[in-house]
């Protein structure tokens, strides 16, 4: 089992910045690929980011490249949120998955709670 808990979620104006955090516990962080994923009210949960479990490979949607990044180390993945929009605005979920990134939902395995993201316009 892998516990995730992230942080760093709130209120921000448009053209803002964010940083979140998940912490990870449980097996060998070192061994999993993490992910970034949002949900806006009404709509399905997507893809935003996600990291190789060396920290060497990343992928972005097209939506947030350029704007964001996701990094990681020992037992923390992060995601750093520049010029936000009102568009980005959802609960913000990080994920894990043995071995390598993935960039579908059904394709992770472990979820943390969730942390919310409001960008006022």
């Known amino acids: 089992q892998v516990q995730l808990v992230e942080s760093g979620g709130g209120l921000v104006q448009a053209g803002g910045s964010l940083r979140l955090s998940c912490a990870a516990s449980?097996?060998?962080?070192?061994?999993?690929?993490m992910g970034w994923f949002r949900q806006a009210p009404g709509k399905e949960r997507e893809f935003v980011a996600a990291?190789?479990?060396?920290?060497?490979s990343t992928a972005y949607a097209d939506s947030v490249r350029g704007r964001f990044t996701i990094s990681r180390d020992k037992n923390t993945v992060y995601l750093q949120m520049n010029s936000l929009k009102p568009e980005d605005t959802a609960v913000y979920y990080c994920?894990?998955?043995?071995?390598?990134?993935?960039?579908?939902?059904?394709?992770?395995?472990?979820w943390g709670q969730g942390t919310q993201v409001t960008v006022s316009s």
């Open positions: 990291i190789s479990w060396s920290g060497h």
């Open positions: 449980g097996r060998t962080f070192g061994d999993y690929a």
């Open positions: 994920a894990a998955v043995y071995g390598d990134f993935k960039l579908r939902v059904y394709e992770y395995q472990y």
